[in-house]
């Protein structure tokens, strides 16, 4: 057998494989019928090359450590106490100043064998959130002293000042279900805002709804490809929430002129760069990205692939006109690691990962 058509037989073989995938290890086993969409990249040369020479970041302190599991976002209330934040176990925390004390849940089926366990990680609870449920954004009422919830399961949710189990607001918008409700913010008059990730998948499915490339329909935004964070400004024209799969904020105009439009407030700086090449590379070409992804490559593998081999904390500051204010960054990922919110509180920036086991406070000043 000559060495070409050797390996025009495997090569053969590997397309057969990823066609009939017998043995359904792939990471999109599961989930039929699984599409793969286009991604609406920025163009490489679009992409602002602003760095962190100082990798910033690496000053950070750590906070908690394996106290909190999973602090996606971090809040302080009316009164400036100290934070509060939502783990993996279904629970938002609050620290008295000396420990930390259950303060609300959103799930009302939730019982003792969810529990924290001594040995857990953030991911140690990813097959029971859907019953004990998982907030992820946080948003204080700073009149009423409401906390207004965004769980991943269970929508948008409100507690009172006391705590507790709170209460339903929305399940769904325009009728469909929220599937994946992960920030919310709120306005003086009263009125909410949220972001819901996905039609199709839940946050356990995280990494099978980036690999698809989804579009979400919302209220205000339709055809959003993964919205996730949002944040209110000042005055209250406008929003800014991320488009975390393709690397870019956008600001949607509430009042003025401009009502009902929305225009790119920014491309993240560092999202593309030569360690993000495959990453890049599967947006733009959907078809090769369904073949890769029914190999047998775990889907903890396939995530990494995607992060260039490691993590990156990045954390940006920006003007409301879009300029570029700050940039800090643990490019290694031996700190700070991984970055889901921040919250800038007297001098300090507070950082609250899904991935870790712990808070980050950077000093600013």
């Known amino acids: 057998m000559t060495l070409p058509r050797g390996f025009s037989i495997v090569f053969l073989l590997l397309a057969l494989y990823c066609a009939l995938d017998p043995f359904e290890p792939s990471p999109i086993v599961g989930f039929p019928p699984f599409d793969v969409h286009k991604i609406d990249m920025p163009a490489w040369s679009e992409v602002p090359t602003d760095r ?177 964070g949002i944040s209110l400004s000042k005055d209250g024209t406008f929003f800014v929430f991320s488009k975390g799969m393709i690397g870019r904020l956008r600001k949607y105009w509430l009042k003025g002129d401009k009502a009902g439009t929305s225009e790119i407030l920014a491309i993240l700086p560092v999202f593309l760069t030569t360690r993000y090449m495959y990453s890049y590379l599967n947006s733009l070409y959907p078809k090769m990205r369904k073949v890769i992804l029914k190999l047998p490559i775990p889907t903890r593998i396939q995530y990494m692939f995607h992060i260039g081999g490691r993590f990156h904390a990045v954390a940006v500051k920006y003007s409301p006109e879009g300029k570029l204010l700050r940039i800090l960054e643990d490019s290694e990922g031996k700190v700070v690691r991984a970055v889901s919110a921040v919250e800038e509180k007297d001098g300090k920036l507070w950082v609250g990962s899904v991935l870790m086991p712990f808070m980050a406070v950077h000093n600013l000043t």
């Open 52 to 228: 962190d020479k100082d990798n910033s970041l690496l000053k950070s302190e750590l906070l908690f450590v394996n106290q909190v599991q999973g602090p996606e976002s971090i809040a302080f209330d009316p009164l400036g106490r100290d934070p509060y934040t939502g783990v993996a176990d279904g629970r938002i925390l609050f620290w008295n100043g000396q420990s930390w004390t259950d303060f609300a849940y959103t799930s009302p089926n939730r019982s003792e064998q969810y529990n924290p366990k001594a040995s857990a990680s953030p991911m140690s609870y990813v097959k029971t959130e859907h019953i004990c449920g998982r907030p992820l954004g946080l948003r204080f009422d700073k009149k009423s002293g409401d906390l207004y919830i965004a769980d991943a399961y269970f929508g948008l949710m409100k507690v009172g000042p006391q705590g507790g189990l709170a209460t339903s607001l929305a399940t769904e918008a325009e009728g469909v279900p929220l599937r994946f409700t992960i920030d919310v913010d709120i306005d003086t008059e009263g009125n909410l805002y949220f972001t819901d990730s996905s039609t199709n998948f839940q946050r356990s499915n995280f990494i099978q709804l980036v690999l698809s490339g989804e579009a979400k329909t919302t209220v205000l935004m339709r055809n959003v490809q993964f919205p996730n």
